[in-house]
């Protein structure tokens, strides 16, 4: 049991259907009903029943309604307190990510985050590699961490989001669909600059796969990387779900598929109450 899930049935119970009380609350609709199931099947009863459109409290249901109500009023106090006197510790979750990571917590969670918790300061720590983020975790520098998985066996991981590595092409080179991973060997192909973290993760990726392309093209010039691939300077690997526009160039998945793990980490401790409160949103996010 959580607070977000009894924070998810009081607004359930406040607005009358699952989908109206996660729209109020800036959350995924599945994402809710699951954390209310998930505290159903917990106590062992059943919360809400169908009605019409909408759905009604169970008497077991308005028991449990009514004790959140109480436990979210004491813990609203509680921060108010801790607030007022000054320690903004106690609404700080700090979260350790490198470059190509970041725009994972800026651009997706922070701002669903933020809603749902406009008391709780979110403090990005930027790292430079994997290494400097089991760093900052382990030195306590930072509570969470997105980050690569698998990860070393003193910490906890959270996965949440597989991204697929696709190879994008000019359509004049024919190579077949899906792709063999060894085609990668001797390819010519547009790659970030040398030295930094977006270069050392692909070099690494590469090297378990076993393979050496050809740097046609090294720069960190992201908004050039698809014109050099429309000039046939080179090929472009990157992930399928962060692709712009890909306009007359032709992307094609691999075989076996590239896959990389991303997850939220923490060391084996108590964490903080508000990084329980963000690991458990973002969990629970589709």
Not at 125 to 146: F, H, I, M, S
């Amino acid at each position: 049991m959580n607070l977000r899930q009894l924070r998810y049935v009081v607004a359930t119970a406040d607005h009358g259907t699952m989908t109206a009380a996660a729209q109020a609350l800036y959350v995924a609709q599945p994402a809710l009903s699951r954390a209310v199931r998930e505290l159903e099947r917990e106590l062992g009863v059943e919360l809400f029943a169908r009605s019409g459109r909408g759905i009604v409290l169970t008497s077991a249901g308005e028991k449990v309604v009514w004790h959140s109500r109480i436990a979210l009023d004491a813990v609203d106090s509680i921060e108010e307190l801790s607030s007022a006197r000054g320690h903004s510790r106690a609404t700080e979750v700090r979260i350790a990510a490198t470059p190509t990571l970041e725009p994972e917590l800026t651009g997706r969670l922070l701002p669903r985050f933020a809603r749902e918790q406009p008391a709780v300061r979110v403090r990005v720590v930027r790292c430079d590699g994997r290494e400097e983020v089991a760093a900052a975790l382990r030195t306590g520098r930072a509570d969470l961490a997105v980050t690569d998985l698998p990860v070393p066996g003193d910490f906890s991981a959270h996965p949440f989001e597989q991204r697929e590595v696709v190879l994008i092409s000019a359509p004049a080179l024919r190579l077949r669909e899906p792709l063999p991973v060894t085609a990668l060997d001797g390819m010519r192909l547009v790659l970030p600059a040398r030295g930094g973290t977006r270069r050392a993760e692909i070099e690494a990726m590469l090297a378990r796969l076993g393979v050496t392309p050809v740097a046609a093209v090294e720069s960190d010039e992201r908004a050039a990387w698809l014109g050099w691939v429309r000039a046939g300077m080179g090929s472009l690997l990157w992930y399928r779900n962060q692709l712009e526009d890909t306009e007359g160039l032709v992307v094609r998945s691999f075989m076996p598929p590239i896959t990389r793990t991303i997850g939220l980490v923490h060391p084996h401790r108590q964490l903080p109450p508000v990084a329980r409160e963000f690991l458990a949103f973002a969990k629970e996010q589709d």
